[in-house]
């Protein structure tokens, strides 16, 4: 292993310090960051193309090991100093294990014959996208589609999913024509989720054939231009006062039932 690098301004520490900040750098470079042992080991497992491996001397000696048993002919390993981890790191109690990532290339959206998918549309609390994307990996969502929601490849929200971003099928398409011309074009049924006692009762819906559920922003829901496009709306019924849940509580009930 070559000597531990301990200064900030080392070329491969000021390039994840500049992707971990900036989507615009992410976007330029085509590359994003992960931090912590578990999700660096499923984006090793999964070949995710991982082109820099970083480990604070802590983290090496406990987990650098293990790691670089995987194959890793294209990626270059570097070990830190433990107070450089501790400022690049975007947790108060890093485990210290880094890497740069390159971005997938974009692909169509296979839509399978009886497929099951989610619209994310105007989501923008990065936690929420993240720990959705969890939890359709979980259900077996066959897809997911983000729309004008925050960006996939944050930090935050890459740490949210667990892993799981490397695991599910996610199409990024911003342009809501073309979203909703590719669902037609590929006879997909959809189902807006609203806030309305009218709606349909999504515990009495029937999701037969390919379904896509569009579930909206945090505070505002699904502009009505966007609901007035679905083929139908539907809404989880509540008792009580309660009137509306958060965002990934909401999708997890909506696809329980999309796959149920």
Not at 40 to 49: I, K, N, P, Q
Request: with cysteine.
């Amino acid at each position: 292993m070559e000597n531990i690098i301990t200064s900030k301004d080392n070329p491969v520490i000021k390039l994840y310090q500049k992707l971990s900040a900036s989507k615009k750098e992410r976007i330029q470079y085509g590359l994003f960051v992960l931090e912590g042992e578990r999700i660096v080991e499923d984006a090793l497992r999964e070949e995710s193309g991982i082109t820099q491996l970083i480990f604070t001397e802590k983290a090496f000696e406990k987990y650098g090991r293990q790691m670089i048993q995987a194959d890793l002919r294209d990626t270059r390993t570097i070990v830190i100093s433990n107070e450089l981890g501790n400022r690049i790191a975007s947790t108060d109690s890093t485990q210290g294990v880094f890497a740069v990532c390159r971005i997938p290339e974009k692909r169509s959206l296979v839509f399978k014959d009886d497929g099951k998918y989610i619209v994310l549309f105007g989501l923008q609390d990065p936690g929420n996208v993240g720990m959705i994307i969890r939890t359709a990996d979980a259900l077996g969502i066959d897809g997911i589609i983000l729309s004008g929601s925050c960006d996939l490849y944050s930090p935050k929200v890459i740490r949210s999913t667990m892993g799981s971003v490397f695991r599910t099928h996610i199409f990024i398409e911003n342009d809501t024509d073309r979203l909703f011309s590719m669902l037609n074009e590929n006879h997909v049924f959809t189902s807006a989720s609203v806030i309305d006692k009218n709606a349909e009762k999504i515990t009495e819906c029937g999701f037969s054939g390919r379904q896509a559920v569009f579930i909206g922003n945090e505070g505002n829901g699904l502009p009505k231009s966007i609901s007035e496009r679905c083929d139908r709306r539907v809404t989880i019924p509540m008792s009580s006062n309660i009137n509306s849940l958060n965002a990934a509580m909401a999708a997890g009930i909506l696809m329980w039932e999309l796959k149920k």
